[in-house]
């Protein structure tokens, strides 16, 4: 189909396009939307059962993808790739080389809208901060006619990117199941504290994907003694959790005369 239109989420863990994206994938996959996921690690070090029976990190890799292609179905996506990068590692790696990896995914496919995180990575975590950083420098790169990365491959300019925007109520609602959401790196303390419901660019209806969310998550069965709390969160943190994603606009068109 010609005009078939595509979204891509480019994203950090195994997880991240359920409980973040999880509504707007099922939503579009429905209405007729290609939807393709680029997910930059394996989530490997996301453990949270008991310690000493924790796999190891390519087991655990292992399991995860597996948990994600399983949910990846449910959402209806079309196709998920990896970057190969190691879970909490992903800020050390080489920016050049991250960047020409998702020019390739775009120009491949072609995309007329992505998502990713936002420059504050929803509560600070490093890992959804830099995939935030190389997917806007990726995006301006795939559609440089004069770049020398992928150049087998036609440029390509995505009609908007948008960074995922975790309200302040939707904190509230993480907070209330999971706790305080913090980081802590090189010594200072990170705290999700979400936007202002004024900064919103674009609000998205998905309460009718609830339940194909839901069921995307219960696939990430090695989060579940964490992710198993969410179905005690009350009908107002239910709402907030499921039924809306809220988007920053970054950008619309680039390197288009």
Same mark, same amino acid.
């Not at 196709?79 to 590692?89: A, C, K, M, P, T």
């Not at 995180?117 to 004069?146: K, L, M, R, S, W």
């Not at 992710?227 to 920053?248: I, M, N, P, T, V």
């Given at each position: 189909?010609?005009?078939?239109?595509?979204?891509?989420?480019?994203?950090?863990?195994?997880?991240?396009?359920?409980?973040?994206?999880?509504?707007?994938?099922?939503?579009?996959?429905?209405?007729?939307?290609?939807?393709?996921?680029?997910?930059?690690?394996?989530?490997?070090?996301?453990?949270?059962?008991?310690?000493?029976?924790?796999?190891?990190?390519?087991?655990?890799?292992?399991?995860?993808?597996?948990?994600?292609?399983? +949910?990846?179905? #449910?959402?209806?996506? %079309? !196709? @998920?790739?990896?970057?190969?990068?190691?879970?909490?590692?992903? /800020?050390? &790696?080489?920016?050049?080389?991250?960047? +020409?990896?998702? #020019?390739?995914?775009? %120009? !491949? @496919?072609?995309?007329?809208?992505?998502?990713?995180?936002?420059? /504050?990575? &929803?509560?600070?975590?490093?890992?959804?901060?830099?995939?935030?950083?190389?997917?806007?420098?990726?995006?301006?790169?795939?559609?440089?006619?004069?770049?020398?990365?992928?150049?087998?491959?036609?440029?390509?300019?995505?009609?908007?990117?948008?960074?995922?925007?975790?309200?302040?109520?939707?904190?509230?609602?993480?907070?209330?199941?999971?706790?305080?959401?913090?980081?802590?790196?090189?010594?200072?303390?990170?705290?999700?504290?979400?936007?202002?419901?004024?900064?919103?660019?674009?609000?998205?209806?998905?309460?009718?994907?609830?339940?194909?969310?839901?069921?995307?998550?219960?696939?990430?069965?090695?989060?579940?003694?964490?992710?198993?709390?969410?179905?005690?969160?009350?009908?107002?943190?239910?709402?907030?959790?499921?039924?809306?994603?809220?988007?920053?606009?970054?950008?619309?068109?680039?390197?288009?005369?």
């Amino acid at each position: 189909m010609a005009n078939q239109l595509k979204l891509m989420c480019i994203l950090a863990h195994p997880d991240d396009e359920s409980l973040g994206n999880g509504g707007i994938l099922a939503k579009y996959a429905a209405e007729g939307v290609e939807t393709y996921l680029v997910t930059a690690t394996r989530g490997e070090r996301g453990w949270f059962g008991v310690e000493s029976e924790y796999p190891g990190l390519e087991a655990l890799g292992k399991i995860r993808e597996a948990e994600l292609l399983a +949910a990846a179905g #449910v959402l209806g996506i %079309r !196709r @998920v790739d990896f970057l190969d990068y190691l879970d909490g590692d992903l /800020d050390q &790696a080489h920016p050049a080389e991250v960047i +020409a990896k998702i #020019v390739g995914h775009v %120009r !491949r @496919v072609k995309p007329d809208v992505v998502v990713t995180f936002g420059p /504050d990575g &929803a509560y600070g975590h490093p890992d959804h901060i830099a995939i935030c950083q190389f997917t806007t420098a990726a995006i301006v790169e795939a559609a440089n006619p004069t770049s020398l990365n992928y150049r087998d491959l036609a440029p390509h300019s995505v009609s908007k990117l948008y960074y995922m925007a975790p309200t302040q109520q939707l904190g509230v609602a993480y907070q209330v199941v999971f706790g305080d959401l913090v980081m802590h790196v090189d010594g200072v303390e990170r705290r999700g504290i979400g936007w202002h419901e004024w900064v919103i660019t674009t609000r998205i209806d998905t309460k009718d994907y609830r339940q194909n969310v839901w069921e995307a998550v219960l696939c990430h069965q090695s989060q579940l003694p964490v992710y198993r709390q969410l179905e005690h969160a009350s009908k107002e943190y239910q709402e907030e959790l499921w039924d809306r994603g809220r988007f920053l606009t970054q950008t619309r068109g680039i390197w288009q005369s």
